[in-house]
C-alpha cells in the first residue's frame, strides 16, 4: 500500500566544519532497528560496521514467530564486541548494549526503560516495528535514531514519521541492496528518510550525528548561533526557489529545524550550512520540508475530531436539504490524512441519516511532495490501527 517515488539518497559530506570524533555525546541516543524479512543478514552487516564505543544503544525490533524461542540475541552476539540481550521488562537502557525483542512481546521505550506487552491476538494487525519507533520518538525526541532495513509489507513507515516529526534522524537501507525491499520503499515513499544507504555506511552517519550540539541541546534552539545576516541569506535562498518567505516563522522553531539540518550534515557552523544550501538543491528542498513540519496522521487529536463532528458536522448535515453540496476546504493538508479523516466523517453522518449530498473537499498544502502522496490516497496498511474498522472497510481497499 505504499508509493516509490525518487529515491533520496545520501546529503553529500564534503563540506567544512565538521565534528572531530574526540567530541563526547551528551544524553543517550537510542537506536531502533527495524526489519523483517531478510533482515538478519543486514542486521549483521549494521553491527559488524558499527563501533563498539559509539555511545548509542541499540534496540532490534523484527517480525518473529510467537510460537518460537527468539535465538536473534545469541546470533547477533557474534557480530558484535557489544553486550547482547533479549529485553527484558523495566530494563534501563545502557549505552554501547544491543536489546533484541522477544518473539511473544511488543517492545517500547518509556523515560529510557524498555516496556514488554503482549503480543496482540493472532486475528488483530501486529506491527511491532511502528509500535517501538512511534515510543522512541515520543521519548526520545532529537536523541531517537529509526532504522528500517530488509523487509517486507510497510510495517515502521507510521513510527518513523513520529521520529521525525519529534526531530529525530531517520535511516533507511537502500532498496536496491535489500534481500526485500518492501519496507524500504515504503518508509522512502513517506518522504521522511533523511539518509537512504547501504547498510555498511549507516555507522559512519550515526556517529556524526550523535556528537552534533543539536543532539543534546534545548528544546528551543539558541538564536545567537545563527548571525542575523546569515539567516537573512537562508531565507533568501529557500524564497528565492520555493516562493515562500519564512522571516516570520516562529525563531524558536526556526533556529531547532535549522540545527536539525546541520546536524544532519554534521555541520557546526551556520556559515558551513549557508555555504551547502548555494550549491546544494537538494538541501533546500530538504530544509523547506523540514519548516513545513508536516506532521499528521487519520483522526489525530481524537477528541477535537469528536467535538467537530458534534459541533459542526451533526449539525452542517442536519441542514443540508437533499442533493444540497457540502464543501469543506483543509489548508495544511500535508499527505492527506486529514482530509480524508473529513471525508469519512461526513459519510458517515450522511449515511447514517440516509441523505444524498454531493461531498468536495478542498486540500492544499505548500509542499508539493506531501500532496502528492494525499494524491495518491495510498498510506500504509498500519492505519487500520487508527481507523474503525467498519469505515476501513467501507472507504478502503488493500493492495489496490
Given at each position: 500500500?505504499?508509493?516509490?517515488?525518487?529515491?533520496?539518497?545520501?546529503?553529500?559530506?564534503d563540506?567544512?566544519?565538521?565534528?572531530?570524533?574526540?567530541?563526547?555525546?551528551v544524553?543517550?541516543?537510542?537506536?531502533?532497528?527495524?526489519?523483517?524479512?531478510?533482515?538478519?543478514?543486514?542486521?549483521?552487516?549494521?553491527?559488524?560496521?558499527?563501533?563498539?564505543?559509539?555511545?548509542?544503544a541499540?534496540?532490534?525490533?523484527?517480525?518473529?514467530?510467537?510460537?518460537?524461542?527468539?535465538?536473534?540475541?545469541?546470533?547477533?552476539?557474534?557480530?558484535?564486541?557489544?553486550?547482547?540481550s533479549?529485553?527484558?521488562?523495566?530494563?534501563?537502557?545502557?549505552?554501547?548494549?544491543?536489546?533484541?525483542?522477544?518473539?511473544?512481546?511488543?517492545v517500547?521505550?518509556?523515560?529510557?526503560?524498555?516496556?514488554?506487552?503482549?503480543r496482540?491476538?493472532?486475528?488483530?494487525?501486529?506491527?511491532?516495528?511502528?509500535?517501538?519507533?512511534?515510543?522512541?520518538?515520543?521519548?526520545?525526541?532529537?536523541?531517537?535514531?529509526?532504522?528500517?532495513?530488509?523487509?517486507?509489507?510497510?510495517?515502521?513507515?507510521?513510527?518513523l514519521?513520529?521520529?521525525?516529526?519529534q526531530?529525530?534522524?531517520?535511516?533507511?537501507?537502500e532498496?536496491?541492496?535489500?534481500?526485500?525491499?518492501?519496507?524500504?520503499?515504503?518508509?522512502?515513499?513517506?518522504?521522511?528518510?533523511?539518509?537512504?544507504?547501504?547498510?555498511?555506511?549507516?555507522?559512519?552517519?550515526?556517529?556524526?550525528?550523535v556528537?552534533?550540539?543539536?543532539?543534546?541541546?534545548?528544546?528551543e534552539?539558541?538564536?545567537?548561533?545563527?548571525?542575523?545576516?546569515?539567516?537573512?541569506?537562508?531565507?533568501?535562498?529557500?524564497?528565492?526557489?520555493?516562493?515562500?518567505?519564512?522571516?516570520?516563522?516562529?525563531?524558536?522553531?526556526?533556529?531547532?529545524?535549522?540545527?536539525?539540518?546541520?546536524?544532519?550534515?554534521?555541520?557546526?557552523?551556520?556559515?558551513?550550512?549557508?555555504?551547502?544550501?548555494?550549491?546544494?538543491?537538494?538541501?533546500?528542498?530538504?530544509?523547506?520540508?523540514?519548516?513545513?513540519?508536516?506532521?499528521?496522521?487519520?483522526?489525530?487529536?481524537?477528541?477535537?475530531?469528536?467535538?467537530?463532528?458534534?459541533?459542526?458536522?451533526?449539525?452542517?448535515?442536519?441542514?443540508?436539504?437533499?442533493?444540497?453540496?457540502?464543501?469543506?476546504?483543509?489548508?495544511?493538508?500535508?499527505?492527506?490524512?486529514?482530509?480524508?479523516?473529513?471525508?469519512?466523517?461526513?459519510?458517515?453522518?450522511?449515511?447514517?441519516?440516509?441523505?444524498?449530498?454531493?461531498?468536495?473537499?478542498?486540500?492544499?498544502?505548500?509542499?508539493?511532495?506531501?500532496?502528492?502522496?494525499?494524491?495518491?490516497?495510498?498510506?500504509?496498511?498500519?492505519?487500520?490501527?487508527?481507523?474503525?474498522?467498519?469505515?476501513?472497510?467501507?472507504?478502503?481497499?488493500?493492495?489496490?
Open positions: 500500500m505504499s508509493v516509490k517515488p525518487a529515491v533520496r539518497r545520501r546529503p553529500k559530506a563540506v567544512p566544519q565538521t565534528i572531530a570524533a574526540a567530541d563526547m555525546p544524553g543517550l541516543c537510542i537506536a531502533g532497528i527495524g526489519a523483517s524479512a531478510g533482515g538478519y543478514d543486514a542486521i549483521r552487516k549494521f553491527f559488524r560496521a558499527m563501533p563498539e564505543d559509539s555511545g548509542v541499540f534496540v532490534v525490533v523484527q517480525h518473529l514467530d510467537p510460537t518460537h524461542t527468539s535465538l536473534a540475541a545469541e546470533l547477533f552476539a557474534k557480530c558484535t564486541s557489544m553486550p547482547v533479549e529485553a527484558r521488562e523495566g530494563e534501563r537502557i545502557e549505552a554501547n548494549h544491543v536489546y533484541t525483542s522477544p518473539s511473544d512481546k511488543e517500547a521505550v518509556k523515560n529510557g526503560c524498555l516496556r514488554l506487552t503482549p496482540p491476538p493472532v486475528k488483530q494487525l501486529h506491527l511491532p516495528i511502528d509500535h517501538f519507533f512511534s515510543s522512541l520518538g515520543l521519548d526520545c525526541g532529537a536523541r531517537a535514531i529509526g532504522i528500517v532495513l530488509s523487509g517486507t509489507g510497510t510495517d515502521g513507515t507510521l513510527g514519521k513520529e521520529i521525525a516529526a526531530g529525530g534522524i531517520v535511516l533507511v537501507q532498496p536496491v541492496s535489500a534481500q526485500f525491499d518492501g519496507m524500504p520503499n515504503s518508509a522512502i515513499a513517506a518522504a521522511i528518510a533523511n539518509y537512504v544507504l547501504p547498510v555498511e555506511e549507516m555507522p559512519a552517519v550515526i556517529a556524526g550525528y556528537r552534533h550540539p543539536y543532539v543534546g541541546g534545548p528544546d534552539a539558541d538564536p545567537g548561533l545563527i548571525d542575523p545576516k546569515t539567516l537573512q541569506s537562508l531565507f533568501s535562498i529557500v524564497q528565492a526557489r520555493r516562493g515562500h518567505d519564512f522571516s516570520g516563522y516562529k525563531p524558536g522553531t526556526m533556529f531547532r529545524r535549522i540545527q536539525r539540518r546541520m546536524g544532519l550534515h554534521n555541520l557546526l557552523k551556520s556559515k558551513d550550512y549557508l555555504a551547502l544550501l548555494q550549491t546544494d538543491p537538494n538541501e533546500v528542498d530538504a530544509l523547506f520540508r523540514d519548516l513545513l513540519i508536516g506532521v499528521t496522521e487519520f483522526f489525530r487529536d481524537p477528541l477535537a475530531w469528536d467535538t467537530l463532528d458534534a459541533d459542526v458536522i451533526i449539525p452542517l448535515v442536519g441542514e443540508k436539504e437533499r442533493d444540497e453540496p457540502i464543501r469543506i476546504w483543509i489548508p495544511g493538508c500535508s499527505t492527506g490524512e486529514e482530509a480524508y479523516t473529513m471525508a469519512m466523517v461526513v459519510l458517515e453522518r450522511l449515511r447514517r441519516v440516509r441523505k444524498h449530498c454531493p461531498v468536495q473537499i478542498f486540500a492544499t498544502d505548500t509542499n508539493n511532495d506531501a500532496l502528492e502522496v494525499g494524491r495518491l490516497g495510498r498510506y500504509p496498511v498500519g492505519i487500520a490501527a487508527r481507523i474503525p474498522a467498519s469505515w476501513l472497510g467501507r472507504n478502503f481497499c488493500r493492495g489496490c
